[in-house]
């Protein structure tokens, strides 16, 4: 009898077993690793709670970092830590992000947190380092508890049951500084993209309103002040109504095409590539056409900036609270109008226009879009400043392929080395 207890209960112990290794998507441990829990490896911190004055909360947040599930600041219950710790959310739906992969934060030294957070110190058989990378983007939604409607919480009983996979600890940590060399390598060229960001930005705005003109196009040094900004004085302004025309034709037969939808910072995006979802009708029966080279913007965002040149595919759809306008070819090159309207200058006008609208419903329609004034240079100065633009732009896509190669290449080393199937040699 005793003998079939201890079977069953092996039993048990190894379907557990395999399905904690399905979940870490191994189908076993490898030599010289062990197959542990958190609770068992690590030390997790919750009692650094200190009761606290607004005054002194203040006085935290101004003199160490706050950090918090959202990463936002939140006067609620913080406390004060100090060491090096790895971040975990208490809230689950700040905890995943949108492909409800786990999101952990890497600390160290002194800083605030809020008490919906687990700090994970060095336990006995795993190091911070260790438990960042591993559970950086793990799917952990089987162990949060519902806690009411579209709520989800990782609770310290929970967080404790959760599988990992252990090399020894002098392997943890070359592994850890591998990937550490990755992301310096990450981060160095991430700082060389906003740098050649910013670059782009402010050198948009020196060309397109004439602040900085090609030697062969200065005909005067002589300016004109507009209501918005100030322009060479050989250039026009314009209402935009009399450089382009609103487009309101229909998908009336229900065709089939792509459906579109505009970003405060890309422009034109695919809806379900951009959403990983359909967020659009099945019927698209009273979408809008738009076409390449066509504009388009949703009346009720575009005081974020959300305003888009459609560049993807010969014919789209938008939904009916887009506006759609195309510019008269002969007056404005596209990719002149596109940076124009790209700004913070414009942002900004769209802003306070969008509050100064007739219908007050927090929405700009082409009745009072249209009287929005315009620059307009020569048609073959816009042409030169677009080519300038256009240099700059491909270098900075080019920057930002590098950095998403780099990423995914760092993707698929971690695959491999936090599950054991590659290797590394590291001195006892």
């Known amino acids: 009898m005793l003998d079939g207890v201890v079977a069953s209960q092996t039993d048990v112990r190894s379907k557990n077993t395999k399905r904690e290794l399905d979940r870490l998507g191994i189908s076993r441990v490898p030599p010289g690793w062990k197959l542990s829990t ?35 600041l939140d006067y609620l219950d913080e406390f004060r830590a100090e060491g090096d710790f790895a971040l975990i959310g208490e809230d689950g739906d700040h905890f995943l992000d949108v492909g409800r992969k786990s999101q952990t934060i890497r600390v160290s030294d002194r800083f605030n947190v809020n008490n919906h ?110 209501r918005w900004f100030t322009l060479p004085a050989s250039w026009d302004c314009e ?87 195309r510019f008269a070819p002969e007056r404005v090159d596209v990719e002149y109008a596109f940076a124009v309207l790209k700004t913070g200058v414009y942002r900004h006008i769209f802003e306070v226009s969008t509050s100064a609208s007739v219908d007050r419903r927090g929405s700009l329609r082409w009745s009072e879009f249209s009287k929005l004034p315009f620059p307009v240079p020569s048609l073959v100065e816009q042409k030169a400043i677009v080519e300038v633009l256009r240099t700059t732009r491909t270098e900075l896509d080019a920057i930002a392929k590098e950095v998403d190669l780099f990423r995914r290449q760092k993707r698929g080393l971690m695959q491999k080395l936090l599950t054991g199937e590659w290797r590394v040699k590291a001195a006892d």
């Open 38 to 72: 958190v609770g068992n490896a690590c030390t997790i911190r919750n009692e650094l709670r200190l009761p606290l004055s607004q005054e002194a909360r203040a006085t935290m947040q101004g003199t160490y970092p706050y950090y918090g599930p959202t990463g936002i």
């Open 117 to 226: 957070a687990h700090l994970v110190a060095d336990g006995v058989a795993c190091t911070v380092d260790w438990f960042f990378h591993f559970f950086r983007h793990k799917d952990i939604s089987h162990s949060l508890t519902r806690q009411g409607a579209g709520r989800f919480k990782l609770t310290k009983q929970a967080l404790e049951k959760l599988p990992i996979l252990l090399p020894p600890l002098c392997e943890q940590r070359k592994i850890a500084e591998i990937f550490r060399t990755w992301d310096e390598s990450i981060e160095t060229l991430e700082r060389l993209r906003s740098a050649k960001a910013r670059h782009h930005r402010a050198l948009t705005n020196l060309l397109v309103f004439g602040k900085r003109q090609f030697s062969h196009f200065c005909i005067t040094d002589a300016e004109t002040s507009h």
């Open 239 to 325: 209402p935009l109504g009399k450089l382009a025309n609103e487009i309101s034709e229909r998908n009336a037969d229900g065709g089939q095409f792509e459906v579109l939808s505009c970003s405060k910072y890309e422009g034109f995006v695919r809806s379900l590539e951009y959403f990983k979802k359909q967020v659009f009708s099945a019927d698209l029966s009273g979408y809008k056409k738009i076409w390449r080279g066509d504009f388009g913007f949703p009346s009720n965002h575009i005081e974020e900036g959300s305003i888009g040149l459609q560049n993807l595919t010969d014919v789209g759809v938008v939904s009916p609270i887009y506006t759609v306008f």
